[in-house]
C-alpha cells in the first residue's frame, strides 16, 4: 500500500466518517477534507512507525509525507521489486518455495535480496558505480530521497533497477527449473 501510495481501506472511512460529522462546523468543505487528509496521513505514518512487516520497504520509505507528496515518478514493475524486495532475488524465492536456497549466485552471500542486489553485490557493481557517478553514493536510507528529487534522479534509478533484475531474472531461469520448483538436485550447493 505504501509503495503504491494506497492509503489503507479503514483510514479511508474513518475520514469519511470525520469529514461528514464535520458538516454545519465553519470553514469551507475543501478545508475541512484537507484538514481530514492530513490527520488520515498522521495515523498512518504512526501505523507504519509500528508496522511490523514491510520492513525493508520501511528503511527505503520512513516518512511517508515525501513519498506520497512527489510531483513525479512511477512505480514500475522493476521498481515494485526494489522497493518491496519480492521479485527476482534468491532469498526471496527461497522463501516462498522457489529456489533451493537464499544464497546469491555470485558472491555466496547469505541474503540474495534486494539490499544485496542493489546496494552491495559486485556482480552489479560496474552498473551501481555509473548511477552513482551521476547521483552520488547510493544507500537504502537515501536513495528514495534522491529518487523524487527529480524526474532524472528517478529514471536512472528505474533503469538501474530493470537492467538488474531482467538479467537476474534471465540467470534464475537458466538455472532451470530447481530453482524455482525445489524438485531436483542439481542446483549448487
Ligand atoms: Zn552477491
Given at each position: 500500500m505504501v509503495v503504491a501510495g494506497a492509503i489503507p481501506i479503514h483510514l479511508l472511512a474513518k475520514e469519511r466518517k470525520e469529514v461528514y460529522q464535520k458538516k454545519?462546523?465553519?470553514?469551507t468543505r475543501a478545508t475541512k477534507k484537507e484538514e481530514s487528509r492530513e490527520e488520515t496521513l498522521g495515523r498512518w505514518q504512526e501505523e507504519w512507525d509500528a508496522a511490523q512487516k514491510g520492513q525493508w520497504t520501511k528503511r527505503l520509505i520512513p516518512r511517508l509525507g515525501p513519498w506520497l507528496g512527489r510531483s513525479q515518478g512511477e512505480v514500475d514493475f522493476f521498481l515494485t521489486q526494489l522497493l518491496t524486495?519480492?521479485?527476482?532475488f534468491r532469498a526471496y524465492l527461497h522463501k516462498m518455495g522457489r529456489a533451493r536456497s537464499p544464497m546469491c549466485l555470485h558472491c555466496g552471500d547469505a541474503q540474495d535480496d534486494a539490499c544485496h542486489t542493489f546496494f552491495v553485490c559486485e556482480r552489479w557493481a560496474g552498473w551501481r558505480r555509473a548511477v552513482e557517478d551521476e547521483l552520488g553514493r547510493l544507500q537504502p536510507e537515501t536513495l528514495v530521497l534522491k529518487m523524487i528529487e527529480s524526474d532524472r534522479n528517478w529514471k536512472r534509478v528505474a533503469t538501474f533497477a530493470r537492467a538488474v533484475l531482467s538479467e537476474k531474472r534471465m540467470e534464475l531461469a537458466n538455472q532451470g527449473p530447481a530453482s524455482h520448483e525445489g524438485t531436483s538436485s542439481s542446483e549448487e550447493d
Amino acid at each position: 500500500m505504501v509503495v503504491a501510495g494506497a492509503i489503507p481501506i479503514h483510514l479511508l472511512a474513518k475520514e469519511r466518517k470525520e469529514v461528514y460529522q464535520k458538516k454545519g462546523q465553519p470553514g469551507t468543505r475543501a478545508t475541512k477534507k484537507e484538514e481530514s487528509r492530513e490527520e488520515t496521513l498522521g495515523r498512518w505514518q504512526e501505523e507504519w512507525d509500528a508496522a511490523q512487516k514491510g520492513q525493508w520497504t520501511k528503511r527505503l520509505i520512513p516518512r511517508l509525507g515525501p513519498w506520497l507528496g512527489r510531483s513525479q515518478g512511477e512505480v514500475d514493475f522493476f521498481l515494485t521489486q526494489l522497493l518491496t524486495g519480492h521479485g527476482a532475488f534468491r532469498a526471496y524465492l527461497h522463501k516462498m518455495g522457489r529456489a533451493r536456497s537464499p544464497m546469491c549466485l555470485h558472491c555466496g552471500d547469505a541474503q540474495d535480496d534486494a539490499c544485496h542486489t542493489f546496494f552491495v553485490c559486485e556482480r552489479w557493481a560496474g552498473w551501481r558505480r555509473a548511477v552513482e557517478d551521476e547521483l552520488g553514493r547510493l544507500q537504502p536510507e537515501t536513495l528514495v530521497l534522491k529518487m523524487i528529487e527529480s524526474d532524472r534522479n528517478w529514471k536512472r534509478v528505474a533503469t538501474f533497477a530493470r537492467a538488474v533484475l531482467s538479467e537476474k531474472r534471465m540467470e534464475l531461469a537458466n538455472q532451470g527449473p530447481a530453482s524455482h520448483e525445489g524438485t531436483s538436485s542439481s542446483e549448487e550447493d
